[in-house]
């Protein structure tokens, strides 16, 4: 049996080791120190313009506090794409709210602004207007930027980026992960760079940074007494766990090239099969290719791919059943053009880890060319 392609592996470059040891050196064994706040800076560094990260403990919490930031609670409505994986929207529960589910446009897969639109007037005709947006930058490629947030502002609602998927991906030459009211990233162990479980919550100034942190490390007063006045969260990023994160940000803009180069790899071998077509990037738009997907004409092809690719030691995925769907979520309102539906049935995911060998991408296109003869 060949050895085992995984769908999106930790690729390590050998200098995380290195922050980790100096940690144990100097004990900072701690969710504070050093790794953390050098990761930190990392992170602002890389994102530019006004960018202050938090680091957390996960995607997850950063989407929690900035919930909690906005101020969306009880009975608040909160919109969100349902074409995402299940974390982007389960935090709008934690805080008591409702989340609207908007399908998907089919030129970047993400929240179809017209839905979105349409939703809003239609809220706000029900006398519920929406707390905030969650826009969703899905494997890497960024949501329609100047409408997603051109509507916003014309309705005057908060945008939660959830760029989970997207460090190094760009709209306009402007890097995703700034577009935000609040941006939220994730380096859990399958994304393109990880620090095994993790994650950040980017403010826009300083004093949303610091509000975070606050909240983060159980909401305690200044002075020794351990007073509280505000429910607080222990989310803050460990700074071991921070020393993964420094190491990996000297290779992200390598792991970004890997995984364009594992596209276009992807691109040329299969894009003259009729059968097959490719989310590809409109102009102005840069994805880190973090997943690269493909879509097959029907599902029958999509699930017989799939488990020949399985058979051969293979791991694919199809893309992120909607929200809508779900039975936890199926009763929640939803503005449908089914979009999102057919990109699930007909969407494959196939490895596209940064550590993949020009050999294993061979493996697997070779399969999917004989399944078409
Ligand atoms: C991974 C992911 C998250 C959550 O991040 P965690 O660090 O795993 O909590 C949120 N949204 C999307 C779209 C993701 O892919």
Redesign the pocket.
């Known amino acids: 049996m060949n050895s085992k392609i995984y769908l999106s592996a930790p690729h390590m470059s050998g200098y995380e080791q290195e922050f980790i040891n100096e940690a144990f050196k100097t004990n900072w064994v701690a969710p504070v120190g050093p790794n953390v706040n050098g990761f930190e800076s990392d992170l602002e560094n890389y994102l530019k313009s006004s960018s202050y990260a938090t680091a957390l403990s ?4 950063a ?1 929690h506090l900035a919930l909690v930031l906005l101020d969306v609670g009880k009975n608040d409505e909160v919109i969100c794409q349902t074409k ?2 299940v ?2 929207v389960n935090p709008v529960n934690y805080v008591g709210a409702k989340p609207i589910f908007i399908d998907s446009e089919t030129e970047t897969w993400n929240m179809c602004p017209d839905l979105l639109e349409k939703a809003l007037q239609d809220r706000i005709k029900q006398g519920k207007k929406p707390k905030a947006i969650i826009a ?1 930058n ?1 494997y890497g490629m960024p949501y329609n930027v100047k409408r997603i947030h051109t509507i916003a502002k014309d309705y005057n609602i908060p945008v939660i980026e ?1 760029s ?2 997207a460090l190094g991906s760009s709209y306009n030459n402007q890097p995703c992960g700034t577009f935000g009211d609040y941006s ?1 990233l ?3 162990g ?2 393109i760079i990880t620090t095994s ?3 950040a919550l980017i403010s826009r100034d300083q004093t949303n940074k610091e509000k975070a942190i606050f909240l983060a490390t159980q909401a305690k007063e200044s002075g020794l007494d351990y007073s509280h006045k505000t429910i607080g969260y222990n989310y803050r990023m460990s700074n071991i766990i921070a020393g993964i994160g420094r190491g990996q940000m000297k290779v992200l803009n390598k792991r970004i090239s890997a995984r364009r180069k594992i596209y276009n790899y992807y691109y040329q071998q299969l894009k003259h099969i009729n059968s097959i077509s490719f989310l590809q990037e409109p102009e102005d738009y840069f994805s880190n290719r973090w997943l690269s997907c493909i879509l097959l004409e029907t599902e029958t092809m999509r699930n017989d791919i799939m488990n020949i690719l399985n058979e051969n030691n293979i791991e694919s995925r199809p893309s992120w059943k909607p929200m809508h769907l779900q039975e936890i979520y199926n009763n929640h309102p939803s503005y449908i053009n089914g979009v999102s539906e057919e990109l699930y049935k007909k969407g494959l995911c196939l490895p596209s880890g940064s550590g993949l060998t020009e050999t294993d991408l061979e493996r697997i296109t070779s399969i999917i060319k004989s399944y078409f003869g």
């Open positions: 996960s995607g997850t919490a989407i995402t994986f974390a982007s969703i899905l959830d989970a998927e939220v994730s380096f859990n399958n994304k479980g993790g994650g």
